[in-house]
């Protein structure tokens, strides 16, 4: 029996049973759609970390973290003070290899007064280049802290477009306006543009000048900082730029190391490693499920062999050879994964959509990978394939006259 004409009788023996077909395909639908859309979260997820990461400095930025100094430099810890401001300045001028360098001061959750209404945010102190590390963009009409802000310890603010909103109902009308937070009175002079990359954190955050915010908000005398960041030109030049970054800060901080340089290979690995465990993970489910599906059609084809055994004694009495009848019901089996495969598709649209509603859109949007698609569709067809070939060898095998005298 030619394939083609064995395709075209499976289509016909799917046809007339239709309540059979389906429930053989079920396993296949749901398989499918599992794979696509477990892909899908998983992308979706790790988009949303990649635009989050990027955002944040990506690759090339390294942070100066607080850290416990050597256990001989501990009776003399109390003679470092830290990291300042100082820090700031002294790298901006010793290391020439960085991009940028960055410092804030943490004001934590502060509520900001309008005229009218009243906002909590996340107020930091920052300089310059934390609008250009973190890719902060103005909106037309406003401008971003400058570095004459941070001299002159100027009154400033910059609010996010959804602040801006809250406060004042439309935010292309915040520029210009005044704000009170903890007893000082600020002038907006911008308001960020939002942008996908947009997560829970970065939409609740206000910025004044680092210098303001420890002139204002600090005790009398403290202007330690609490991040303190370099951004590399190229990734190549990370470790003499650590290196330079190490060497300048143990003069400001008198020859005590309490400080550590953490660059961000290890949180892009770990972020890599992450996604592959749930990758294999959720495709590993969704890959146990089509399996299920492959046994639920190996079980109805060895079902339909014991209704039809009449009828493959009288195709094997008429000339019928043994690979002919294999043939076709491995071409049975085929149809029936090929079609649930698309049906499978097809509901992982739907599927997709319907978690869309579920995931927050700060955690990254649920993608609808075309390679997923491909990858559980080819899926479904091996598994077809082989949960055909033990059913088609079965009835392959069955004698002529065993066949012919079957009631």
């Known amino acids: 029996m030619m394939i083609?004409?064995?395709?075209?009788?499976?289509?016909?023996?799917?046809?007339?049973?239709?309540?059979?077909?389906?429930?053989?395909?079920?396993?296949?639908?749901?398989?499918?759609?599992?794979?696509?859309?477990?892909?899908?979260?998983?992308?979706?997820?790790?988009?949303?970390?990649?635009?989050?990461?990027?955002?944040?400095?990506?690759?090339?930025?390294?942070?100066?973290?607080?850290?416990?100094?050597?256990?001989?430099?501990?009776?003399?810890?109390?003679?470092?003070?830290?990291?300042?401001?100082?820090?700031?300045?002294?790298?901006?001028?010793?290391?020439?290899?960085?991009?940028?360098?960055?410092?804030?001061?943490?004001?934590n959750w502060t509520p900001l007064q309008s005229s009218t209404r009243r906002e909590w945010t996340r107020l930091r102190g920052t300089t310059p280049e934390t609008f250009e590390i973190e890719r902060f963009y103005m909106r037309e009409g406003g401008r971003a802290i400058s570095d004459w802000d941070v001299e002159q310890k100027t009154r400033v603010m910059i609010l996010t477009d959804r602040t801006a909103k809250r406060l004042f109902g439309n935010s292309s009308d915040a520029v210009g306006e005044t704000i009170v937070t903890r007893g000082v009175v600020f002038t907006i002079i911008g308001v960020i543009e939002p942008d996908e990359t947009d997560s829970w954190s970065r939409s609740r955050s206000t910025f004044i000048p680092i210098s303001t915010a420890i002139h204002y908000f600090a005790e009398p005398d403290d202007d330690t900082i609490h991040d303190l960041g370099v951004q590399a030109k190229r990734m190549e030049d990370i470790p003499d730029l650590s290196d330079q970054i190490e060497r300048t800060l143990l003069v400001t901080h008198r020859g005590i190391k309490d400080f550590n340089v953490e660059t961000r290979e290890k949180e892009l690995e770990d972020f890599q490693e992450l996604e592959r465990s749930f990758v294999y993970s959720l495709g590993g489910v969704a890959a146990i499920t089509l399996l299920v599906g492959g046994i639920g059609i190996a079980n109805v084809m060895l079902a339909s062999i014991s209704q039809r055994i009449r009828e493959i004694g009288i195709r094997k009495a008429v000339g019928a050879r043994g690979s002919d009848i294999f043939i076709q019901f491995v071409a049975e089996a085929l149809v029936i994964s090929v079609i649930g495969g698309l049906i499978g598709i097809i509901a992982s649209v739907g599927l997709v959509e319907l978690l869309r509603d579920f995931i927050p859109e700060d955690k990254g949007d649920v993608a609808l990978s075309a390679k997923a698609m491909g990858w559980g569709f080819m899926f479904s067809v091996v598994v077809g394939f082989l949960s055909g070939v033990f059913p088609a060898i079965k009835a392959a095998r069955l004698p002529v006259i065993d066949a012919l005298r079957y009631e």
């Open 4 to 107: 083609a004409g064995a395709v075209v009788h499976g289509v016909r023996e799917i046809s007339s049973h239709k309540f059979r077909s389906l429930l053989s395909m079920i396993g296949i639908i749901l398989g499918v759609a599992a794979l696509v859309a477990m892909v899908g979260v998983v992308e979706g997820m790790m988009s949303g970390f990649r635009k989050t990461f990027e955002a944040t400095g990506g690759i090339e930025k390294m942070e100066i973290e607080h850290a416990e100094p050597p256990i001989e430099q501990q009776p003399y810890a109390h003679r470092s003070p830290r990291r300042t401001l100082k820090d700031y300045y002294a790298l901006q001028a010793a290391v020439p290899n960085a991009r940028r360098v960055s410092a804030e001061k943490s004001l």
